[in-house]
């Protein structure tokens, strides 16, 4: 069995992805203008973009958020200082808060009193960064989150530490993705911050969730730092500085008709980065690896140009496994054949943390370009 094991071709199990290192350094130094940036490790936890990140983090007051104890370790195999870390898992159990502080964490958030009271048994206000995480239907009311306090948590939690030992102390939120399609959410949410939360102590304000660095008015930031005379604006940063920075190329392992539908297999699927599909419907960037054109865009929706129908689903050999209904030129319906290798853009974000154990079998190899 080990010979035979020795012999397999494992190149056959290779997806492959395309890192842009200078993209990422360009994202980075955009929203740089804009804010401190903090990168959360759950968007892609890559160790390659992390050393890209590092340099550029230790240079000014910047960090990693960290949601978890598997975080913090894969920073401090990297020789993060923990001084560069944010965890900012609200619903994290008392003994993972603890061990956090106790390896040299001093920056955490919270949502509730009853965490900081719990949190106070062990840890030295004087010497802490705390964020307090706000609700956002606090403002949105008919957009549901679970996360966050309300206002009233909010003013006891910022009167307590406003008669605290604690000097270092703000406000965080999120823009979910049920807020996107608001508009001008962020000023709505800034300007709500400046109404409600001044002259309660708070020395900065971290937002997540935000939109590309050339939709965010740098103004918008000044006049909350001058309004709430704060020291800093942090920028949660994940999606939107890595996610155009890798895309995969992933390669057809059968084709076949069923009732006169043309179906292509990939190698890769939900199980192994196309889960956002079902978390929430998207519709991913890809191309097909013609011989003779190039890059040829593959379509969800038939148009009069690309109007030859197929199906595309994932190789995990689940009935569940699909990608999707796909349009292309007829032109091109010939190549959609065993081994036609297609392109996906833009996976930076999310896509490779949904690798799961089920395809645990697939080795990704990264190629920098």
Do not use: W
């Amino acid at each position: 069995m080990m010979k035979e094991k020795k012999m397999l071709n494992l190149e056959e199990n290779n997806i492959y992805f395309y890192y842009n290192k200078n993209k990422l350094i360009e994202n980075f130094n955009k929203f740089s203008k804009l804010g401190n940036i903090y990168y959360p490790l759950k968007t892609n936890s890559n160790e390659i973009l992390i050393k890209t990140l590092q340099p550029l983090i230790n240079k000014e007051n910047n960090g990693f958020l960290i949601s978890s104890i598997n975080h913090f370790e894969k920073l401090k195999k990297l020789e993060v200082d923990p001084l560069h870390m944010c965890f900012i898992n609200v619903l994290a159990e008392y003994e993972t808060v603890k061990y956090l502080y106790n390896s040299g964490v001093r920056f955490f958030s919270f949502d509730n009193l009853d965490s900081i009271i719990n949190f106070l048994k062990y840890a030295d206000l004087s010497k802490v960064k705390l964020a307090i995480r706000i609700s956002t239907m606090q403002l949105i009311k008919n957009k549901f989150t679970h996360l966050g306090a309300d206002f009233k948590e909010t003013l006891e939690i910022l009167t307590f530490l406003q008669n605290s030992k604690c000097k270092d102390y703000g406000i965080s939120f999120y823009i979910q993705n049920n807020l996107k399609k608001e508009n001008n959410i962020l000023e709505k949410l800034l300007k709500y911050i400046q109404e409600n939360y001044d002259n309660l102590g708070i020395s900065f304000v971290s937002i997540g969730g935000l939109e590309k660095s050339e939709k965010i008015k740098g103004e918008v930031i000044n006049d909350l730092k001058n309004k709430l005379k704060i020291n800093q604006v942090i920028l949660e940063v994940g999606k939107n500085l890595v996610e155009d920075t890798i895309e995969m190329e992933t390669r057809v392992i059968r084709d076949k008709m069923v009732n006169g539908k043309q179906i292509v297999i990939i190698k890769n699927g939900i199980y192994s980065g196309f889960f956002d599909i079902l978390l929430y419907n998207k519709k991913f960037s890809i191309y097909l690896k013609s011989k003779y054109d190039g890059e040829i865009k593959v379509e969800y929706e038939k148009t009069e140009e690309n109007d030859f129908e197929f199906y595309m689903c994932g190789g995990s050999s689940d009935s569940g496994d699909k990608i999707g209904k796909m349009y292309i030129n007829p032109k091109y319906k010939d190549e959609l054949k065993k081994d036609a290798k297609f392109i996906v853009k833009n996976v930076g974000a999310y896509f490779e943390e949904f690798f799961m154990p089920y395809s645990s079998d697939l080795k990704k190899v990264f190629i920098e370009v």
